[in-house]
C-alpha cells in the first residue's frame, strides 16, 4: 500500500492571521526535502498505551472475575452521563452546543478572555495537528512523558530531543511539557515555563503545555494565560471525567493558533452526545469539588496498600501513582494473574503504574493479590 507522503509545514508567525480560504499549501504531496522518516519505520506504527486489554486477555488468558484496568489514569468513578434527547444522536452536532461546550470549558478550566478555545475528538487528535502549526525544526520534549509527543513529532519530520530540564532546550523550536507529567506526577511551576520560553515563543516558536492530568492540580495550570504568543495548552475532558470513550479534549490558546486548529479538525469533529456531556460535566462545580477530593482519598488508600506490600509510591497524581522497583516485573505479572492490569514501561523496567480504584469491592481485589505478591511479607 502507498503510504502518504509526510505534509509540508507551512511556517507560523504569531500575527499572521490563519489563511482559512487558502488550505490547499497544508497539504503538499511532496514529501519534506530533508528529514522524510521512513515510510515503513518506527514513526509510522502505532506506539503502546495502558488501556490494551485485548493485549492482556492475549497474555493471560480472560480472568474469571473480568479485568479490573488499572493500565490508565482514567478516574474509575466517572461524571453521571444524563440521558440525550433523541435529536442529539440524530442530527449533526449543532454549533451553538459546541459554543455551550467551550464556554463551560472557558469556565472551568479559567482560560484567559482573550484566547480561543477548540474542542476536539479527545487531546490526542489534537496533538497530531500540532505538527502542522509550525514550521519544521528542533523540538525539546521535557521526557521521560506521554509516548505521542515524541512520536507525532519524529513522523513529521522534526529532530526531537527528549530532556529533563527547561535549561536544556537549547535552539528547539517547539518544547512540549506534559503537566503534571505522565507517568511520574514532576509538576512545572507555569510562570517557569512561560518565562524560560518567551524568548523562543517570541521568535516564532511553540510552547506545548499538556494539562491532561491538571484537573487535579488546578493551581499549575496555564489556561489563564492561554493568550500569549505561541503557547498551546491541551487539556483532556475523559481522565478527570472519568469518560475517555467519549472522546473530548480541548487546545487554548491565543485566536491565531485556535483558528488554524479549528479549521484542520474541520466540521463535526466533536459528536452531539460529547457537546451535551461535556458542558453538563464542565459546569457541575459541586461534582468537580466532590470528584477531586474523593480522588485523593482513594490515592492515599491504594498508596497505604502498596506500602503495606512493600512497594513504596515514587511518584504521581491522584489518578496515578507510580511504583519503582525491583520487583516491578514481578509485581506486574502476579497481579495479571489476578486479572489486575497495571502499566509497565519497556524503557523503564523498574516502573509500574497504578490506576486508582473506584469501589471498595476492587480495593479489597488489589489488597488482597498484593497480599500474596513478591516482596509482601508472609508471600
Ligand atoms: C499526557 C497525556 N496527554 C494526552 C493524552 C490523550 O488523551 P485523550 O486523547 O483521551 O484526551 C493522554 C492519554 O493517556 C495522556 O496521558
Known amino acids: 500500500m502507498a503510504l502518504r507522503p509526510p505534509f509540508r509545514l507551512l511556517p507560523y508567525a504569531p500575527d499572521v492571521p490563519f489563511p482559512t480560504r487558502d ?50 489514569g482514567i478516574n474509575a468513578v466517572p ?58 525544526g528542533p523540538v525539546a520534549i521535557l521526557s521521560p512523558t506521554y509516548g505521542e509527543h515524541a512520536h507525532v513529532w519524529r513522523r513529521s519530520g522534526c529532530p526531537v530531543r527528549p530532556v529533563t530540564g527547561l535549561l536544556e532546550t537549547g535552539d528547539a523550536r517547539v518544547i512540549v511539557a506534559v503537566n503534571p507529567n505522565n507517568p511520574d506526577g514532576s509538576r512545572r511551576e507555569p510562570e517557569a515555563l512561560l518565562a524560560a520560553t518567551a524568548g523562543m515563543r517570541a521568535a516564532g516558536g511553540l510552547l506545548v503545555v499538556d494539562e491532561a492530568f491538571a484537573d487535579v492540580v488546578p493551581g499549575i495550570s496555564l489556561a489563564g494565560a492561554a493568550a500569549e504568543p505561541g503557547l498551546v495548552v491541551l487539556r483532556s475532558f475523559g481522565k478527570f471525567f472519568g469518560l475517555a470513550g467519549l472522546r473530548l479534549g480541548f487546545a487554548l490558546g491565543p485566536p491565531v493558533l485556535a483558528d488554524r486548529l479549528q479549521a484542520m479538525l474541520g466540521p463535526w469533529a466533536v459528536s452531539g452526545p460529547a457537546l451535551h456531556i461535556g458542558a453538563a460535566a464542565l459546569a457541575d462545580h459541586a461534582w468537580i469539588e466532590a470528584a477531586r477530593r474523593d480522588l485523593a482519598r482513594r490515592a492515599g488508600r491504594l498508596d497505604r496498600m502498596l506500602a503495606a506490600a512493600g512497594l513504596s509510591v515514587a511518584g504521581g497524581t491522584t489518578l496515578f501513582r507510580l511504583v519503582e522497583s ?29 490506576g486508582v480504584p473506584g469501589s471498595d469491592r476492587d480495593f479489597e481485589r488489589v489488597e488482597q493479590a498484593l497480599r500474596t505478591g513478591p516482596g509482601a511479607a508472609g508471600a
Open 23 to 72: 488550505l490547499d499549501p497544508w497539504i503538499m504531496d511532496a514529501p519534506h526535502p530533508e528529514q522524510e522518516p521512513e515510510r515503513d519505520g518506527p514513526a509510522f506504527r502505532m506506539i503502546p498505551h495502558g488501556g490494551n486489554l485485548a493485549e492482556a486477555a492475549r497474555a493471560y488468558g480472560a480472568p474469571a472475575a473480568g479485568w479490573l484496568d488499572l493500565s490508565t
Open 79 to 136: 461524571y453521571p452521563v444524563p440521558a440525550l434527547p433523541d435529536r442529539v444522536w440524530r442530527a449533526l452536532p449543532q454549533a451553538d452546543a459546541e459554543g455551550r461546550l467551550c464556554d463551560a470549558a472557558r469556565s472551568a478550566y479559567g482560560v484567559a478572555p482573550q484566547a480561543g478555545v477548540v474542542a476536539a475528538p479527545g487531546t490526542q487528535a489534537l496533538i497530531q495537528l500540532l505538527p502542522l502549526l509550525i514550521e519544521a
Open 326 to 354: 525491583d520487583q516491578a516485573a514481578a509485581v506486574h505479572d502476579h497481579l495479571a494473574r489476578a486479572g489486575i492490569w497495571t502499566r509497565r514501561f519497556h524503557d523503564h523496567p523498574r516502573r509500574l503504574r497504578f
